[in-house]
């Protein structure tokens, strides 16, 4: 067996190509960030806390940080008194409007199925663990 046989077989990334892209956009919190700042535009850190409900700062932190990383968003920082940071989506952000509406649309048309697979699943004393 060659070695890009071996490597397609042992990475998932490789036998996948959409992996890096779901472990990207897919983590929590990081959908109702890009959701928000898609359609409301910019945010301040407080703004986006109160908009989405449950997330920790601490989590907001450190997700807002990696959508930086990634590209995904653009942080503002204005030297004024008190200081004051805004958040918006970036152009390659923005460019996830199409793959998020396909999934809108998916979700509209398949998530009753999805439901009614689990309820007879679960009822169906399906071995769970």
């Known amino acids: 067996m060659g070695r890009a046989a071996t490597d397609v077989t042992s990475d998932p ?3 996948c190509p959409v992996a890096p892209v779901v472990d990207i ?3 929590r919190w990081t959908t109702p960030i890009l959701w928000s700042l898609q359609m409301f535009g910019r945010h301040r850190f407080v703004e ?3 908009r989405i409900t449950g997330i920790t700062p601490k989590v907001l ?3 807002l940080r990696q959508l930086e990383r990634d590209g ?3 942080r503002t920082y204005h030297p004024e008194v008190p200081p004051r940071v ?3 989506i970036s152009d390659l952000g923005r460019s996830l409007g199409p793959l998020f509406a396909h999934l809108s ?4 048309v398949n998530l009753e199925q999805v439901e009614q697979a689990r309820r007879r699943y679960d009822e169906s004393g399906a071995p769970r663990g």
């Open 61 to 63: 932190t450190q997700r």
């Open 13 to 15: 990334e490789l036998a």
């Open 72 to 74: 995904l968003i653009v």
């Open 25 to 27: 956009v897919f983590s």
């Open 48 to 50: 986006l806390e109160r």
């Open 105 to 108: 649309e998916w979700a509209g």
């Open 86 to 88: 805004e958040y918006e």
